[in-house]
C-alpha cells in the first residue's frame, strides 16, 4: 500500500487475516503435532489518532495480538501494515527503527521494570539506544517526561521497588513515551492495580493522548474501561475478531450474540434499573482444537446448522459496524 493510500484513509495501522500459532510438540522427537490458534484470521485497523479497544475473555488472544504487532512474536500468516508499510517479516536493523514509532505499556508494572535500574536509567534506555544526546539533555528529557506522567523528580534516583503499583505503571508509561511513538499499544495496563487509582491512570493516558498526538491500541477485558478509553472497539473470541464498531453503536445495539453476552454483564450503577443477563453455557472450547464453523456455535443461544459448518467473514451490516454472524 502506498502512502497515498494511508492519507487517504487515515489507516496508522492495518492488521490483515493476521495468524499467530503457537506450535505443540510431542513425542520422542518432539515433532509438531498440533498448533494452539491463539489468533486466527483476524483483521482490523487502527486510524491516525484513535484508540481501539480490544476486548474479549481471557484467552481469546487480545495479548497475542498487541504483541504480534509490535513484533515480540512472529506472525504465522497475514500482513502488519504501518503507515502503509508491511512490518510483518522485517528483521534486524529495520525492525529495531520501527520500535522507535511503535511502543507497548506491559500489564505488570512489577514485573516490567528492572529491579536492578534505577528510574532515570529505565526511562532514558530507549533514548540512549536510539538517539546520540549529552547526559545533560537526557537528564533534562527524563525529568520532564517523569514530569508529564505524574511522578516527582527525585524518582530519577529510586529504584522501582520504591513505588506503587499505579506509580510503576507511570514509570513504564513514561519508558513508552520516550521515543515520542506514533502508536501505543496497552496491554490491560491497569488491571494489575487498585480499583481506585485505575481512573488515575486511564485520565493520564487520555491526557497524554492529546498532548503528544498518540494512536492507542487499548487491551483489556473490562467493558466499563474499554468504554471510558475507546473511540472504536473490537470484541475477539477465540483468536478470532467477532465484531468491530464505533463505541456507542457497540453498546447501545450489539450485534454478535457473544458481544450482547458480555454487554449485558456489565453491572448497572443504578440498582433500581433491571437489565436482563445472558448466561452463556459451556466452556470457552480448547484453541488447540477449535470447533468448525462459528467458533462461538457451541455456545450460541442462537446457533443454526449453517453455523457449526461454515465460518461467517466480518462484514458490514450498518455504516461502521462489522459482525460475523449468519444472522446477519
Do not use: W
Request: proline share 6%; hydrophobic share 40%; with cysteine.
Amino acid at each position: 500500500m502506498s502512502n497515498t493510500t494511508l492519507i487517504d484513509n487515515e489507516n496508522l495501522l492495518e492488521i490483515r487475516n493476521l495468524k499467530t500459532y503457537y506450535p505443540v510438540k510431542g513425542g520422542f522427537f518432539r515433532r509438531t503435532i498440533g498448533n494452539v490458534k491463539a489468533v486466527d484470521d483476524v483483521s482490523f485497523e487502527i486510524k491516525k489518532g484513535e484508540t481501539l479497544g480490544l476486548v474479549g475473555e481471557s484467552g481469546c488472544g487480545k495479548s497475542t495480538t498487541g504483541r504480534t504487532i509490535i513484533r515480540l512474536l512472529n506472525a504465522t500468516d497475514g500482513e502488519i501494515l504501518f503507515e502503509g508499510k508491511d512490518i510483518t517479516k522485517l528483521r534486524g536493523k529495520t525492525l529495531q527503527a520501527i520500535r522507535q514509532d511503535i511502543q507497548m505499556v506491559f500489564q505488570d508494572p512489577y514485573a516490567s521494570l528492572n529491579p536492578m535500574q534505577m528510574v532515570g536509567d529505565i526511562v532514558s534506555e530507549p533514548i540512549r539506544n536510539f538517539k546520540n544526546v549529552s547526559m545533560n539533555d537526557l537528564k533534562d528529557e527524563v525529568m520532564d517526561l517523569l514530569t508529564k506522567v505524574g511522578l516527582p523528580e527525585d524518582a530519577y534516583y529510586k529504584y522501582a521497588h520504591e513505588f506503587s503499583g499505579g506509580q510503576r505503571q507511570r514509570i513504564g508509561i513514561a519508558r513508552a513515551l520516550a521515543l515520542r511513538p506514533k502508536l501505543i499499544i496497552a496491554d490491560e495496563p491497569v488491571s494489575a492495580l487498585d480499583v481506585s487509582v485505575q481512573s488515575q491512570v486511564l485520565n493520564l493516558l487520555k491526557q497524554l493522548q492529546k498532548e503528544f498526538d498518540l494512536t492507542f491500541l487499548f487491551i483489556a477485558h473490562d467493558l466499563s474501561v474499554v468504554k471510558h478509553m475507546s473511540d472504536r472497539i473490537g470484541v475477539m473470541y477465540l483468536g478470532n475478531m467477532v465484531e468491530i464498531a464505533e463505541r456507542n453503536s457497540m453498546y447501545a445495539e450489539p450485534l454478535h450474540p457473544y458481544t450482547q453476552a458480555l454487554i449485558s454483564a456489565i453491572p448497572m450503577p443504578d440498582p433500581r434499573r433491571k437489565k436482563e443477563r445472558i448466561v452463556l453455557e459451556g466452556d470457552v472450547p480448547s484453541p488447540l482444537n477449535p470447533p468448525t464453523g462459528c467458533p462461538f456455535h457451541p455456545r450460541c443461544p442462537a446457533a443454526m446448522a449453517e453455523c457449526s459448518q461454515v465460518k461467517s467473514a466480518l462484514k458490514e451490516v450498518k455504516p461502521g459496524h462489522r459482525v460475523a454472524c449468519h444472522l446477519y
